[in-house]
């Protein structure tokens, strides 16, 4: 069974961390680009962070450029976003979603699978 389960957000003051943590089946992860998207109140979804199956390839939206980086753990099956220097405006709900076709990685709508999400809020 296809399955992604996001965890790690919560409430952080401006600039601070998280981590963020998406725990992938086998399925979903061995051949795939993964990827992390967030969603604001009133906005679209938005790409952040790919990362494709060896880690050897990065993609990362400009407004998070120098403060997140994206990783994953074969063994673990899981990607990881650590985000740091955090701002107000990160605040979304971060979801982490699969890509088995390896095209149009900054689309939401080209990814297969998707995780239920997990709520990032940075406030003072």
């Known amino acids: 069974q296809v399955q992604l389960v996001e965890s790690g957000g919560g409430l952080v003051q401006p600039g601070g961390s998280l981590r963020l943590s998406c725990a992938a089946s086998?399925?979903?992860?061995?051949?795939?680009?993964m990827g992390w998207f967030r969603q604001a109140p009133g906005k679209e979804r938005e790409i952040v962070a790919v990362i494709n199956w060896t880690g050897a390839i990065t993609y990362y939206a400009d407004s998070v450029k120098g403060r997140f980086a994206i990783s994953r753990d074969g063994a673990k099956k899981t990607v990881y976003l650590q985000m740091d220097s955090l701002k107000p405006e990160d605040t979304a709900v971060y979801y982490c979603?699969?890509?088995?076709?390896?095209?149009?990685?900054?689309?939401?709508?080209?990814?297969?699978?998707w995780g239920p999400g997990t709520q990032v809020t940075v406030s003072s």
């Open positions: 086998e399925r979903t992860f061995s051949s795939a680009f």
């Open positions: 979603a699969s890509n088995s076709r390896g095209s149009d990685l900054t689309r939401h709508s080209a990814y297969d699978y």
